[in-house]
């Protein structure tokens, strides 16, 4: 589970840059474990009340709320009815939570239909589609994510043929997936190219276990297939998740956090190469909070965004902070 340290967080700060700028935050999560790691509606508001201007944000799947009884494959829609729940509260102040993005298992085929209607249902208007993490690697000493994924899952008929619903219901995917995943995801984006694809974190760019030490060739590979990826017109970029710790950057070890510098340093290049392959209204900032708060803090890294789009024209910008992920996410 993802621990950080609010006290080391505190040891850097800075000022905020451009505090005009509207911004959609289009990828957080919330959760409560008792004992564990907490991230609540009050965390949520006091990161983006911190002095960007956070106007909105989509929350993103984390198993987290799902109901204890009933069908398996309906018990996700408790997620989705504790989030609506949480969103409803944030319409009082801060930040609102405008859309919802769940999980429902593709394999189901077109029985998955059921459980996206129900969800539908239970969003009270703000479900906007669902993210079945297919992140994994043959190495053990890579973590395979939380959804359990076998092999090629995303080449799986069935899998497949449940996209086709949630495309027929004119709903998005989210794809959190590893690099070397990539292509999987270009094959599934042409075979059902009516349903929208936002590929998360950059596309995964894993530097631990057996990747750690070979950054150069990663980055090679990655360029040749966001190259070949961005050829399929229904898949969008989010441009984010640079905190993670299983990038393999070693932030979370330094004395103290890193700087918007260290960050632009670090993933201004690769932002940029995306930025330019997908074009701006194609590609969204995004927190990834509170994965990333353990490498780094919300106004650094919302800082590191803005000075990675420094030069940018004034569309281009709105298109990256907020009007990519409000079209996207119909907000």
Known sequence: MYVWDDDWLARYTEDIIDPQLPIVDPH???????????????????????????????????????????PEALQPVGET???????????????????IISFADMTLGDEVEEVLVAHIG???????????????????????T????????????????????LADLDLTFDAWLYHPQIRELTDLARAVPDCTFVLDHLGGMVGTGPYAGHRTAILEQWRLDMTELAQCPNVIVKVGGIGMVLFGLGFEHRPAPPSSDDLVAAWGEPIRFAIQLFGPDRCMFESNFPVDKMSCSYVVLWNAFKKIADGMTVTEKAALFHDTATRVYRL
């Not at 009815?81 to 859309?99: F, H, N, P, V």
């Not at 239970?122 to 973590?143: C, E, M, N, V, Y």
């Not at 994924?149 to 086709?164: A, C, E, H, I, Y």
Request: glycine residues 12%; aromatic residues 6%; charged residues 25%.
């Open 81 to 99: 009815e504790t989030i609506a729940d949480l969103a409803e509260r944030s319409d009082a102040g801060g930040a609102q939570i405008k859309g």
């Open 28 to 70: 957080h999560h919330l959760w409560s474990i008792a004992g564990m790691s907490r991230y609540m509606l009050d965390d949520l508001h006091a990161d983006t009340g911190a002095g960007h201007l956070i106007e909105s944000t989509v929350f993103m799947e984390c198993k987290w709320g799902y109901r204890t009884n009933g």
């Open 122 to 144: 239970a969003g009270r208007g703000r479900f906007r589609g669902i993210r079945h993490a297919t992140a994994l690697d043959p190495s053990s000493a890579i973590r395979r």
């Open 146 to 165: 939380h959804t359990r994924p076998t092999p090629q899952l995303m080449s799986d008929p069935q899998f497949r043929r449940g996209v086709q619903r």
